[in-house]
């Protein structure tokens, strides 16, 4: 009968635990983990900081970690891992079994995604132990083990993206440039010049497309002028930045001021391809030089407003809204000079001047590429634009005087000669095509052996003709199929958009064929739940769904294009219960505390906990509170969402007193004669009393020498006999409960 009770108890206990387990994560270690991602990705909380609470992961149900990133830029390369327990003593990679696993990198496509990272705990691993110096101690331990998947709005994400490698270097003088005086890889005399350049003053890449070297320990010019300088390319002198841009190598000089001995300049090449320079941290980038006169309308003598002017980079159309016209120009291959060259053209209306480029613009490219390789751009222009001249958008810069070393630019600007646009008769010249009455669809084609070399800029000059242009790209001079650009298209990029209340998420569209006059316009088709602005920025106002549209229209589209997007605003937390406002316990004890999220539908209800004061209490990411001294403490448990909701706890921990004392002694001990000794543990119960010290005493003085007064639970104090006789040797709980335990020893002889 005995035995089946037994059996009985066991099973019970069995199925248990089983239970227990279909309603919650094993009791094992993993369960008080904490698992945070770590890495150089952006959206991260910090950069490579495992104890980050903002990256912690989220317990999920089917057992694995989540961590989820919304809103996330685009970027070429993200690094991350995951750590254990804010620490790097265990880290998990995207494959089993490594101990020290290489980072995840990745890739973000677009501008605000979501970014999810999950962890999936797969059995263990063995890890050698190492001292705080990082030397291996003979040890093994065993860790969990466990992969690292990331997925990219809900697909996995794509490799990085491998960009294609330039390299910069800066030149120029020596007590700037680590002693190297104004060379770059392609113009050093020997190799070791050429090493010396390319260890010391080769340019790192950022993240965001930015490159950046500091040179350290730079003394102050003796005559107190400035350091000069220029940012380089691939090892050669072209093209080289300066402060407003790109500049060729005969263009003035960056120039930077030291005034402090051993100072730290850092050089910057923006991704836009400005120059931007620090001394000890401080920002002494000049501010920029205009190289174009501002974007103001000019007025002739009769006091006609000119609607051209120039709004600076890519250029398309009138400001004004002017009627215009469409000029296309094949750019031919041998005008790429620079890799950055491309087709420009400057222009004037006959009544102002086109005084410092300021009518000159970036053309925009069109699909078509003639027989010879040249590609066909375009412009909008004004009706009361005269005159134009297309380029290769590059300054050839000045003859250089007698015995002067040339500008590098020098022969290298190649452009058209002036085009007039006005007053011309048909047949009137070879020029213009039989019977033409308008540019329209017309493209103007150099004639290499219509050739000159300016004598002042060094400007390529060229001849050509007008023809027509054909819409499968052929031109010739007669009237038939015309190219034309196409209706203006659009296609929105962003794939999901959500957003909290008061927050904001860009939707990004990448737009084709459009012009000055096109119109983009955005809507919300309800903004009490989210608004939208003219740039497509989308602003929560509460949480539910709203559709957002773009229409956009070329004034000769025969429709308009309507695009939309779906938006939700998502659910901020908006209070916290807690199953314990107030909670005692003993030191050594603990309770979960358990949080519940309102309202139901809330979007992130992830929280974290914090105690007041963890010598007296501490807490878990799972809100499991132990005492550890006696004292008080608030728990603190805070909605991640960003709501700032929060709700607290009142913990109070109360020493435990003892409620047993046992000792190793029967109720009698017997030492036969002087001399003799004995051995007795004293053990306080439960294990969690506070004061676990226990008092020694010998009711007789003489019979008993004891060992010590006063020990700790679970210590053993000596008995030894001095003389015949008996006494009663007790032992006393020292924290007041008065729990004891005593043992009459008796001496023989």
Not at 76 to 85: E, F, L, P, R
Not at 260 to 272: F, H, P, W
Not at 693 to 721: F, H, N
């Amino acid at each position: 009968m005995k035995t089946k009770r037994i059996v009985s108890i066991i099973l019970s206990v069995l199925m248990a635990c089983s239970v227990f387990a279909g309603l919650s994560v094993a009791a094992d270690d993993s369960a008080t983990h904490t698992y945070t991602v770590v890495g150089d990705a952006k959206f991260l909380g910090a950069n490579w900081t495992p104890d980050t609470p903002a990256d912690d992961m989220a317990l999920q149900a089917d057992g694995t970690y989540k961590k989820t990133y919304t809103g996330v830029a685009k970027t070429d390369c993200a690094t991350i891992k995951v750590a254990q327990d804010h620490a790097w003593d265990v880290s998990f990679g995207a494959v089993l079994g490594v101990v020290n696993p290489e980072n995840i990198e990745f890739s973000v496509p677009e501008d605000n995604s979501t970014v999810d990272v999950i962890l999936t705990l797969s059995g263990t691993r063995e890890k050698e132990v190492t001292d705080a110096d990082g030397k291996p101690t003979g040890e093994v331990k065993t860790i969990e083990d466990g992969t690292v998947k990331v997925l990219v709005n809900g697909a996995d994400a794509p490799a990085k993206v491998v960009p294609l490698e330039t390299t910069h270097y800066v030149a120029g003088e020596p007590g700037l440039c680590n002693g190297v005086e104004w060379k770059v890889p392609a113009n050093a005399e020997t190799e070791e010049e050429k090493t010396a350049v390319e260890t010391k003053n080769k340019m790192t890449k950022n993240e965001d497309g930015s490159y950046e070297i500091t040179f350290k320990n730079v003394q102050p010019k003796a005559d107190g002028s400035a350091y000069e300088f220029k940012v380089t390319t691939n090892g050669a002198w072209e093209p080289a930045y300066g402060y407003d841009g790109v500049i060729g190598q005969g263009g003035a000089n960056a120039q930077v001021p030291v005034t402090e001995a051993n100072s730290t300049v850092k050089i910057v090449l923006t991704a836009d391809l400005k120059v931007k320079a620090y001394v000890n941290d401080v920002d002494v980038t000049p501010a920029p030089v205009p190289t174009e006169s501002k974007p103001e309308e000019t007025t002739d003598n009769k006091g006609n407003t000119s609607a051209v002017t120039s709004k600076g980079g890519i250029y398309t159309g009138p400001s004004t809204g002017e009627k215009s016209k469409r000029y296309f120009f094949a750019m031919r291959k041998d005008w790429y000079t620079f890799n950055n060259a491309t087709a420009c053209a400057y222009w004037w209306d006959g009544a102002d001047k086109c005084v410092d480029w300021q009518h000159s613009c970036q053309m925009r490219s069109t699909p078509l590429t003639l027989e010879d390789g040249s590609n066909v751009y375009y412009i909008d222009l004004g009706e009361t634009v005269t005159t134009v001249i297309f380029n290769n958008g590059i300054d050839g810069g000045a003859k250089a005087a007698e015995g002067e070393k040339p500008s590098p630019n020098w022969g290298k600007n190649f452009q058209t000669e002036n085009l007039s646009l006005e007053g011309y008769m048909a047949n009137d010249s070879d020029t213009y095509p039989e019977g033409l009455k308008t540019f329209d669809n017309m493209i103007y084609i150099v004639d290499p052996s219509k050739e000159s070399v300016s004598e002042e800029s060094g400007a390529t000059t060229y001849g050509g003709e007008w023809y027509y242009l054909h819409a499968d790209g052929k031109y010739d001079t007669t009237k038939g199929s015309t190219y034309e650009i196409k209706d203006v298209t659009a296609v929105i990029t962003t794939k999901n958009v959500s957003v909290y209340p008061g927050k904001t998420a860009k939707i990004n569209v990448k737009y084709t064929n459009t012009t000055a006059q096109t119109t983009k316009v955005w809507a919300s088709s309800n903004t009490k739940v989210a608004t939208v602005d003219q740039n497509g920025v989308v602003k929560g106002v509460k949480a539910g769904k709203a559709k957002i549209t773009l229409t956009v229209q070329n004034p000769g589209d025969a429709q308009a294009l309507v695009l939309s997007k779906d938006v939700t605003v998502k659910q901020y937390v908006t209070s916290i219960k807690l199953n314990a406002t107030k909670k005692t316990i003993y030191n050594g004890k603990s309770f979960t505390l358990k949080a519940t999220v309102n309202p139901k539908n809330a979007a992130y209800k992830a929280v974290t906990y914090k105690s007041s004061n963890r010598k007296i209490a501490t807490v878990t990411s799972k809100g499991v509170v132990k005492g550890i001294k006696p004292g008080r403490v608030v728990i603190t448990v805070t909605a991640k969402d960003g709501s700032k909701k929060v709700a607290k706890c009142t913990v109070t921990v109360k020493a435990q007193k003892a409620t047993k004392l046992k000792i190793s002694a029967k109720k009698t001990t017997t030492l036969k004669k002087k001399g003799a000794s004995v051995k007795i543990k004293a053990t306080l119960y439960p294990s969690n009393t506070y004061n676990k010290l226990i008092k020694v005493s010998s009711s007789k003085k003489g019979i008993v020498k004891l060992s010590a007064s006063k020990i700790k639970s679970g210590k053993t104090v000596t008995v030894k006999a001095t003389k015949k006789g008996s006494t009663v040797v007790k032992f006393t709980a020292a924290d007041g409960s008065r729990k004891s335990a005593q043992t009459k020893v008796t001496v023989k002889k």
